[in-house]
Nanobody, 115 residues
């Protein structure tokens, strides 16, 4: 069974940094685009960043210049480096990937930013 497992969330002060990781495991035939979404309490899940298999990245306007998405295709892993964190970045962050020709989600990892 294929799955995505996130790690790296936690509590950080405003202006701090965190690095999220998401590894795909199981029998993997294909991984295409990968990305990160987030959902704050009472809000809809929103796109944070995506990256193609070739490494082309795109970002939500709210995180441009502060977050960097990257991936290691050999490790089937996607990363999200988050710098200059703000209280409004606090949310559950979910990894998403087109894995074996189907969209799949990780279980989520909590990011808390204290002011």
């Amino acid at each position: 069974q294929v799955q995505l497992v996130e790690s790296g969330g936690g509590l950080v002060q405003t202006g701090g940094s965190l690095r999220l990781s998401c590894a795909a495991s199981g029998i993997i035939l294909s991984i295409n685009s990968m990305g990160w979404y987030r959902q704050a309490p009472g809000k809809q899940r929103e796109l944070v960043a995506t990256i193609t298999k070739g490494g082309s990245a795109s970002y939500a306007d709210s995180v441009k210049g502060r977050f960097t998405i990257s991936r290691d295709n050999a490790k089937n892993t996607v990363y999200l480096q988050m710098n200059s964190l703000k209280p409004e970045d606090a949310a559950v962050y979910y990894c998403n990937a087109n894995l074996n020709y189907a969209p799949r989600w990780g279980q989520g990892t909590q990011v808390t930013v204290s002011s």
